[in-house]
């Protein structure tokens, strides 16, 4: 069964830091570029990064650059999503979702949540004092 497991998460104060970890179970992700999602509260599913199948592309939302940074270890067949300086702007239900990209290593396309064939289960992030 192919799938992506998502950890991390939690309750953090303005200011703070968390790390999201997505892991892939049933498939290797080196021909799959990963994409960070969130949906807060009351709103619509937003791209916040993504990075291609290589490593060597990422991209971030306006909102988060600076401030995220989006990693892969393809030996641990995981991907991260490092979060600083956190505001309560950023509380929101995080998703991570693998697109299969083995013609294009170097691409990965931020917020078209269309193009990703597997989804995580969420993980929520709240940001409060």
């Known amino acids: 069964q192919l799938q992506l497991v998502q950890s991390g998460g939690g309750l953090v104060q303005p200011g703070g830091s968390l790390r999201l970890s997505c892991a892939a179970s049933?498939?290797?992700?080196?021909?799959?570029?990963i994409g960070w999602f969130r949906q807060p509260p009351g709103e619509e599913r937003e791209g916040v990064s993504c990075i291609s199948s290589s490593g060597d592309t990422r991209t971030y939302a306006d909102s988060v650059k600076g401030r995220f940074t989006i990693s892969r270890d393809n030996v641990k067949n995981i991907v991260y999503l490092h979060m600083d300086n956190l505001s309560p702007e950023d509380t929101a239900i995080y998703y991570c979702?693998?697109?299969?990209?083995?013609?294009?290593?170097?691409?990965?396309?931020?917020?078209?949540?269309?193009?990703?064939?597997?989804w995580g289960q969420g993980t929520q992030v709240t940001v409060s004092s």
């Open positions: 979702a693998a697109d299969y990209t083995p013609g294009s290593l170097s691409y990965c396309a931020l917020g078209n949540a269309a193009v990703y064939n597997y």
């Open positions: 049933g498939f290797i992700l080196d021909v799959w570029a």
